[in-house]
């Protein structure tokens, strides 16, 4: 079955860095879209960043526009999202997910088919 595995989070400070990791297996990803969403406490889950596994197209949400990358890994099977100048309202769980076909529909959660376990990110003032 489908896996989604994420890693990287962590605590750090205002202005700081981590790497996301998301291991997927259990089928070719080659014609999916991949993306980075993210929750809050009492918030509702938001896109932050998405890539196109076949073309390698990117797409972002103007809150990680400038700071944050997001790269696949074909060989590893790997997506990453690198965050750099991290602020505090960037405290949030961090999703990584798979969709088939998602179109211009890369910003919407239920666009996407399956979703990992979540990785905590906690930026401190």
């Known amino acids: 079955q489908v896996q989604l595995v994420e890693s990287g989070g962590g605590l750090v400070q205002t202005g700081g860095s981590l790497r996301l990791s998301c291991a997927a297996s259990?089928?070719?990803?080659?014609?999916?879209?991949m993306g980075w969403f993210r929750q809050a406490p009492g918030k509702e889950r938001e896109f932050v960043a998405a890539?196109?596994?076949?073309?390698?197209?990117?797409y972002y949400a103007d809150s990680a526009k400038g700071r944050f990358t997001i790269s696949r890994d074909n060989a590893k099977n790997t997506v990453y999202l690198q965050m750099n100048s991290l602020k505090p309202e960037d405290t949030a769980d961090y999703y990584c997910?798979?969709?088939?076909?998602?179109?211009?529909?890369?910003?919407?959660?239920?666009?996407?088919?399956?979703w990992g376990q979540g990785t905590q990110v906690t930026v401190s003032s």
């Open positions: 259990g089928r070719t990803f080659s014609r999916y879209t």
């Open positions: 997910a798979a969709g088939y076909a998602t179109g211009i529909y890369y910003w919407r959660a239920r666009s996407y088919d399956y």
């Open positions: 890539i196109n596994w076949s073309t390698g197209s990117t």
